[in-house]
């Protein structure tokens, strides 16, 4: 079974322009999530979704949104950004129901110059 | 609210001592408990989880830990430290129930295993 997959695992941005990050989840997984982790802060929740809908969002500035599919893929964006932006994106999924564990990709790395 | 504290951001051992690195939680609700281990450059991966029952709960690579709801402690534990070990770890507690969708982190201990 394939795990949570993100693309892309690397980009470098300049300051104002936006970015697209995408997560497909585990097969059979309808919620996703994110995560930002940066050395000064950890990890932080960003937002979940689930059935397209954004459920839950973290104390985050509207900069950041996400969406997600019928086919329960997500993406997450950023606009506008700011050199505080650089971190690693981490998408995770967790079954709707009965699951507990939420599982996470490999993570986006994005670098802000 | 929830919360966690992670003794100790650095921990060093040598090859084949003990393991142990502390974390300590504060829920509202019974709680959910678990242990990510992040490799360099890599995501998450699960190393165990307590939801309900047996409070010793073991996970992969020979680590387990111990939910001690009297000491609001789920320290992890592993008798004999191997370089493969080296990692950070996180410590994370949701909420039991429908609002286990999000997960609060500790700030990650930094384990250094020396030969």
């Known amino acids: 079974k394939a795990g949570v997959t993100q693309t892309p695992r690397y980009l470098i941005k300049t300051r104002g322009q936006q970015v697209t990050l995408s997560c497909s989840p585990i097969?059979?997984?309808?919620?996703v999530s994110w995560y930002q982790q940066t050395p000064g802060q950890g990890l932080q929740f960003l937002f979940e979704?689930?059935?397209?809908?954004?459920?839950n969002k973290g104390n985050f500035p509207g900069r950041f949104s996400g969406r997600q599919f019928s086919n329960s893929r997500s993406e997450m964006n950023v606009s506008t950004l700011e050199l505080g932006d650089s971190a690693l994106y981490l998408c995770?999924?967790?079954?709707?129901?009965?699951?507990?564990?939420?599982?996470f990709g490999e993570g986006s790395w994005l670098t802000v110059v | 609210a929830q919360s966690v504290t992670q003794l100790g951001s650095h921990v060093s051992v040598s090859e084949g001592a003990l393991v142990l690195l502390r974390c300590n939680y504060s829920?509202?609700?019974?709680?959910?408990l678990f242990w990510y281990v992040q490799y360099p450059n890599q995501g998450l991966q699960l190393l165990l989880k307590?939801?309900?029952?047996?409070?010793l709960v073991k996970g992969i690579n020979g680590f387990e830990a111990e939910f001690k709801k009297s000491e609001t402690s789920f320290h992890l534990t592993k008798p004999s430290a191997h370089m493969s070990d080296a990692a950070e770890y996180f410590c994370?507690?949701?909420?039991?129930?429908?609002?286990?969708?999000?997960?609060?982190f500790g700030k990650g201990t930094l384990l250094t295993v020396n030969p």
């Open positions: 097969s059979g997984h309808r919620s």
């Open positions: 307590y939801t309900t029952g047996a409070t």
């Open positions: 995770a999924s967790k079954l709707a129901t009965g699951g507990n564990t939420i599982y």
């Open positions: 979704y689930f059935s397209e809908t954004q459920r």
């Open positions: 829920s509202s609700v019974p709680p959910y």
């Open positions: 994370a507690v949701s909420m039991s129930g429908g609002s286990n969708y999000k997960l609060t």
